[in-house]
Protein backbone atom coordinates (compact mmCIF):
# COMPACT_ATOMS: atom_id res chain seq x y z
CA UNK A 1 0.00 0.00 0.00
CA UNK A 2 2.76 2.57 1.09
CA UNK A 3 4.50 1.65 -2.44
CA UNK A 4 1.46 2.03 -4.75
CA UNK A 5 1.56 6.25 -3.75
CA UNK A 6 5.42 7.43 -2.55
CA UNK A 7 5.11 10.50 -0.65
CA UNK A 8 1.57 10.04 0.20
CA UNK A 9 0.85 9.86 3.92
CA UNK A 10 -1.39 7.12 5.58
CA UNK A 11 -2.79 7.01 8.61
CA UNK A 12 -2.61 4.38 10.73
CA UNK A 13 -6.30 4.06 11.03
CA UNK A 14 -5.72 3.76 6.55
CA UNK A 15 -3.43 1.22 7.31
CA UNK A 16 -5.17 -0.92 9.42
CA UNK A 17 -8.18 -0.98 7.83
CA UNK A 18 -6.31 -2.25 4.15
CA UNK A 19 -5.06 -4.92 5.89
CA UNK A 20 -8.34 -6.35 7.99
CA UNK A 21 -11.01 -4.65 6.63
CA UNK A 22 -13.55 -2.87 9.42
CA UNK A 23 -15.07 -5.85 11.04
CA UNK A 24 -11.73 -6.81 13.27
CA UNK A 25 -10.87 -4.65 16.29
CA UNK A 26 -7.24 -4.29 16.47
CA UNK A 27 -5.46 -1.66 18.70
CA UNK A 28 -4.28 1.40 16.58
CA UNK A 29 -0.97 1.08 18.11
CA UNK A 30 -0.17 -2.02 16.32
CA UNK A 31 0.78 -0.51 13.04
CA UNK A 32 3.33 1.12 15.25
CA UNK A 33 4.71 -2.45 15.86
CA UNK A 34 4.67 -4.00 12.88
CA UNK A 35 6.40 -1.01 11.04
CA UNK A 36 9.17 -1.14 13.74
CA UNK A 37 9.61 -4.94 13.25
CA UNK A 38 9.69 -4.00 9.22
CA UNK A 39 12.34 -1.41 9.71
CA UNK A 40 14.45 -3.58 11.75
CA UNK A 41 14.40 -6.91 9.01
CA UNK A 42 15.27 -4.14 6.78
CA UNK A 43 18.21 -2.84 8.76
CA UNK A 44 19.51 -6.38 9.31
CA UNK A 45 19.45 -7.15 5.68
CA UNK A 46 21.01 -3.70 4.45
CA UNK A 47 18.05 -2.21 3.17
CA UNK A 48 17.73 1.69 3.80
CA UNK A 49 14.92 3.14 6.09
CA UNK A 50 11.84 3.62 3.30
CA UNK A 51 9.29 4.22 5.69
CA UNK A 52 8.86 8.11 6.81
CA UNK A 53 6.96 8.63 9.94
CA UNK A 54 4.78 11.54 10.12
CA UNK A 55 4.63 12.57 14.18
CA UNK A 56 0.85 11.90 14.29
CA UNK A 57 -0.56 11.31 11.91
CA UNK A 58 1.19 8.24 10.35
CA UNK A 59 3.68 6.92 7.44
CA UNK A 60 4.32 7.24 4.21
CA UNK A 61 6.74 5.65 1.94
CA UNK A 62 10.04 7.67 0.92
CA UNK A 63 12.56 6.34 -1.55
CA UNK A 64 14.67 8.79 -1.01
Do not use: C, N, W
Amino acid sequence: MLMEEPERVYTREQLLRSLRGDHIHVAIRTIDAHVRRLRKELKVFGGPDVIRTVRGVGYAYSHE
